[in-house]
């Protein structure tokens, strides 16, 4: 089976730091672009950041640019999401997506939730 | 960044009905737009991409189509399964941006 399972979110204080996690498995993951999207509580949906498949480019919103890193392990088919300077409005449920062959967001995670709160 | 606008906010429809929801976007981004279903507590799921093109698995009544800088989701008869939030994502170019969403519920 396709997947994606977000991991490593959890309350975290304004200005301090969180490591998000994206292990995939069912599918070659090398071979796919990754991105990270966020949904603020009763908000819409946003991208955050995209690498391609072997690890570049890399984009990032406006919103997170400086602050965040994204990365991934092909050896381990993961992906990941380096937070620092994290603010209140981060707080929100983060999800990983998969880029298809035919370049359509096909497969999600069932999201991870980080709240940035003192 | 390219501004995704979608309307209706949202809507009231009955089962059976056929509904209509709309994405303008701010230029021209050929037919790169994505349709997706969002119920509550779960991730999005893919429905339409390339403006017209049913994803795998998404039953027939979903369609999708493009005019211009116009990208319409159709659901003919809806189905109880269907009342959910829909948004229209744009992925021209990054930074991708969605519109603000379409919830649908129940009359």
């Known amino acids: 089976e396709v997947q994606l399972v977000e991991s490593g979110g959890g309350l975290v204080q304004p200005e301090g730091s969180l490591r998000l996690s994206c292990a995939a498995s069912?599918?070659?993951?090398?071979?796919?672009?990754m991105n990270w999207f966020r949904q603020a509580p009763g908000k819409g949906l946003e991208w955050v950041s995209y690498?391609?498949?072997?690890?570049?480019?890399?984009y990032y919103a406006d919103s997170v640019k400086g602050r965040f890193t994204i990365s991934r392990d092909n050896a381990k088919n993961s992906l990941y999401l380096q937070m620092n300077s994290l603010r209140a409005e981060d707080t929100a449920v983060y999800y990983c997506?998969?880029?298809?062959?035919?370049?359509?967001?096909?497969?999600w995670g069932q999201g991870t939730m980080v709240t940035v709160s003192s | 960044a390219i501004q995704m606008t979608q309307s209706p906010s949202s809507l009231s429809a009955s089962v059976g009905d056929r509904v209509t929801i709309t994405c303008r976007a701010s230029?021209?981004?050929?037919?790169?737009v994505g349709w997706f279903q969002q119920k509550p507590g779960k991730a999005p799921k893919l429905l339409i991409y390339?403006?017209?093109r049913l994803q795998s698995g998404v039953p027939s009544r979903f369609s999708g189509s493009a005019s211009g800088t116009d990208f319409t989701l159709t659901i003919s008869n809806l189905q109880p399964e269907d009342f959910a939030t829909y948004y229209c994502?744009?992925?021209?170019?990054?930074?991708?941006?969605f519109g603000p969403g379409t919830k649908v519920d129940i009359k």
């Open positions: 994502l744009q992925d021209y170019n990054y930074p991708f941006t």
């Open positions: 690498i391609g498949s072997s690890g570049t480019p890399m």
């Open positions: 390339d403006a017209s």
């Open positions: 069912g599918f070659t993951f090398s071979s796919h672009e």
């Open positions: 230029q021209g981004i050929r037919k790169d």
């Open positions: 997506a998969r880029e298809a062959s035919f370049d359509a967001l096909d497969v």
